[in-house]
C-alpha cells in the first residue's frame, strides 16, 4: 500500500476576489429569490415553468453573478448558497434523460483508446457511457440536491490565468453514486482497470480498482465558469473526467503531457472519459454560452479503515 502524500499543487482556493465592477446590492429580491426557491423544489413539472422565468447568467465573478432577466434587463445581484442550488436544480431538472443504453464494450473502447495512446499522455475513451448512463448521473446529482445526503458548494480550484478567477459549482456524490448510478459505475471501473493496466499500472485489476474509489464530483459551469491549472497530485492516484452535456461552447479540457510537451486540447462529447495520471496537470477553458456539466472521480488506495477525511469532505 502506498503512503498517501502530502498535497502540492491542487489547490482549492477559499476566498473569491472582488469582482471585476462593484456589483449593486442585490435587487433579484429576496422574495423573488425565495419564489423561485419554492417553485424550484415543487414537481418537476411546474418547476420546468419556473425556470423559464429565472435570470440567466452571463458571467460569474465569485460570489456575484451578472444577469439577464425575462424582460431583459441585466445587473449584478451577489448570490448565497440557496441561490446555487436553485441553479443547479433549474439546470437538473432540464437535464436531459434520455433512455438509450447502447454503448460499446469498455474493452473495445479501451483497446482503441490505446492504440491512439502515446506515453505521457491522458487517455481518452470515447461513448464509454451511454446516454442512459449519463442520465443516471444527471439523476443522481438531483436526488442529491432533493434529498440532502451530498455536500453542494461554489468553489475555485487551480491558479487564476489572467483576470479570470476559476470557479464551478460542486455537487459531492460519493456517498451515493455507485448504487444510484449502476451502469455509469461499471463502464467507468471497466474503462479504467483496462486503462490503468495498459498505460502506467497504480493498481492491480479491476477488484484494485473497484476498492479505490475516493470521490465523485459532479461539476456545472456557466456564465464564464472555468478551472484553472492544477493537478490532484496527493489527493488521488488517478482520476478521471466524463463529459455530461454537449450544448456549450468554450470549456475545453486541456491537460500538459508528463514529458514537458506543450498543451493539449481534448474534445470532448457527451458520454466521453478522459483518464489521468493524478499528477498531469489541467484545467477547463471558460465556458462562454450554455451550461457544462462533468463529472470527475478520483481513485486512490487508501482503505477506508485508513480515510481520515471528515464527513463533510467524504461526501
Ligand atoms: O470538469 C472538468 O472537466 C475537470 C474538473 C477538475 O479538474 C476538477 O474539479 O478537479
Ligand atoms: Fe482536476
Known sequence: MLQLQQTRRYSVLAAAPPPIAAPPPNTWSPEQRAADLVAATASRATSAASVATAPVVLLTQGDASFVEHADGRKEW??????DWRATLRGYLNKAAMDDDDASE?????????????????AVVLRRLLSPK?????????????????????????GLPDGSV???????????????????AWAALW??????????????????????????????????GDSVGWHDHYGESLLFCVVLLSGDFEG?????????????????????????CPSEM?????????????????????VDAAADRRSAFDRY
Open 77 to 82: 445581484v451577489q448570490r448565497a448558497e440557496d
Open 105 to 121: 464494450d469498455p474493452t473495445t473502447i479501451v483497446k482503441q483508446a490505446l492504440k491512439d495512446w502515446r506515453e505521457g499522455h
Open 281 to 301: 496537470e489541467h484545467r477547463v477553458g471558460a465556458v462562454s454560452r450554455g451550461t457544462r456539466a462533468s463529472l470527475n472521480v478520483d481513485f486512490w488506495d
Open 190 to 223: 471497466r474503462g479504467i482497470a483496462g486503462v490503468d493496466w495498459g498505460t502506467w499500472p497504480r493498481f492491480s485489476g479491476d477488484a484494485a480498482v473497484r476498492g479505490a474509489f475516493k470521490q465523485a464530483d459532479y461539476l456545472l459551469y456557466q456564465g
Open 165 to 183: 478567477f476559476p470557479q464551478q459549482t460542486h455537487a459531492r456524490l460519493s456517498k451515493h453514486f455507485r448504487e444510484r448510478c449502476p451502469r
Open 133 to 157: 448512463a449519463v442520465a443516471e448521473v444527471h439523476a443522481c446529482a438531483r436526488d442529491c440536491l432533493d434529498g440532502g445526503w451530498g455536500t453542494i458548494r461554489r468553489r475555485s480550484v
Open 251 to 275: 470549456g475545453d479540457f486541456s491537460y500538459k503531457p508528463l514529458d514537458g510537451g506543450g498543451a493539449v486540447d481534448v474534445e470532448l462529447a457527451a458520454g466521453d472519459v478522459v483518464v
